[in-house]
């Protein structure tokens, strides 16, 4: 059974940082594209990001240049490193797989002043 546990999230002041992370269980996050999606008010789930399984990133033309996507293999685990946050990345985020196969709870993540 596939879970993902994503965590890391929290209120931030534009301009700052949160680095996200999600630990998957019952599939490898190493052989599958991993990717961050987000859900923010009033808006449908959309991809953010993602790392294949030779380590190729891509990044939603939004977040490109200030979110970086990572895996560490030895904990099964992918993250989301957000820096330069505005109020319009204010979401819940979740993690899966490209595509989607399952999904967690997600982390909130609130930029405002």
Sequence with gaps: QVQLVESGGGLVQPGGSLRLSCAASGISASINTMGWYRRSPGKEREWVAHITSIGFTKYADSVKGRFTISRDR??????????????????????????????GQGTQVTVSS
């Excluded at 030895?74 to 490193?81: D, F, H, I, R």
């Design 74 to 103: 030895a904990k099964n685990t992918v993250s989301l490193q957000m820096n330069s946050l505005k109020p319009e990345d204010t979401a819940i985020y979740y993690c899966s797989t490209v595509p989607a196969s399952a999904w």
